[in-house]
C-alpha cells in the first residue's frame, strides 16, 4: 500500500504527458495557460475572500456571540441543547476553519470522547460552509442574486444542526 501511494502521482503524470503525446496537444503551452488563467482565478476571488475574512473577525472579536449566547441559554436550556456548542453551530455556515478552531477548542476543554466533543464532531460533518460557498463560488462567477439559494443553504445547515443534535443525543447521549 505503501508503494502504491508513492506511485500514484508519477503514474498519473506519465498518464497525462502520454495522453498528450498521442493526442498531439502542446502540453507545455496548455500548462502555462491553466497557470495563467489559476492566476486570473486567484485575483478575482481575493476581495471576495477578504470581505469573508473581514466579516468573520468582525463577529468573533467583537464580542456578539457570547452577548448574544448570554440572551439565548434560557432557550437552549430549554431544548436541552449545549450552549458550549452554539458558537460552532454559528461559525459553521461562515467559515471551515472558524468551526474547526472551535471544535478544537471543545475537544481541549471537554475531550473528543465527550458527549460535546462528539457532538461537535457530528455537526462537522453534516453541515456546510454555505455563506463562504455563495461569497466566494457566486461572487466569482458573477451571480449577484443569491437570497434564495442562502435561504435554502442556511434552512439545510439547520436542520442538519437539529438532526446532529439529535443523532447525538440517540447515540451518544
Known amino acids: 500500500m505503501v508503494l502504491l501511494s508513492k506511485l500514484i502521482m508519477p503514474i498519473l503524470v506519465i498518464t497525462i ?11 507545455y503551452d496548455s500548462f502555462i495557460n491553466g497557470a495563467k488563467e489559476g492566476l486570473e482565478v486567484t485575483f478575482n476571488l481575493f476581495p471576495y475572500l477578504l470581505a469573508m475574512i473581514f ?8 464580542g456578539f ?11 437552549f436550556d430549554l431544548l436541552k441543547v449545549p ?3 452554539i458558537p460552532m453551530a454559528i461559525m459553521r455556515p461562515i ?18 470522547d465527550s458527549f460535546l466533543g462528539r457532538l461537535a464532531s457530528v455537526i462537522q460533518g453534516s453541515t456546510d460552509t ?3 460557498i455563495l461569497t466566494i463560488y457566486f461572487g466569482v462567477v458573477g451571480i449577484k442574486k443569491i437570497k434564495y439559494a442562502m435561504l435554502v443553504g442556511l ?7 437539529i438532526a446532529s443534535v439529535l443523532v447525538a443525543y440517540l447515540f451518544f447521549g
Request: no cysteine; glycine share 6%.
Open 17 to 27: 504527458v502520454t495522453y498528450a503525446f498521442v493526442k498531439k496537444i502542446n502540453i
Open 55 to 62: 466579516g468573520v473577525n468582525l463577529m468573533v472579536k467583537s
Open 65 to 75: 456571540i457570547p452577548d448574544m449566547l448570554n440572551l439565548l441559554k434560557p432557550l
Open 83 to 85: 450552549i458550549e456548542i
Open 95 to 112: 467559515s471551515g476553519n472558524a468551526s474547526l478552531a472551535l471544535m478544537n477548542d471543545v475537544f481541549i476543554k471537554y475531550g473528543v
Open 130 to 132: 454555505t455563506i463562504y
Open 155 to 161: 434552512i439545510s445547515d439547520l436542520f442538519g444542526f
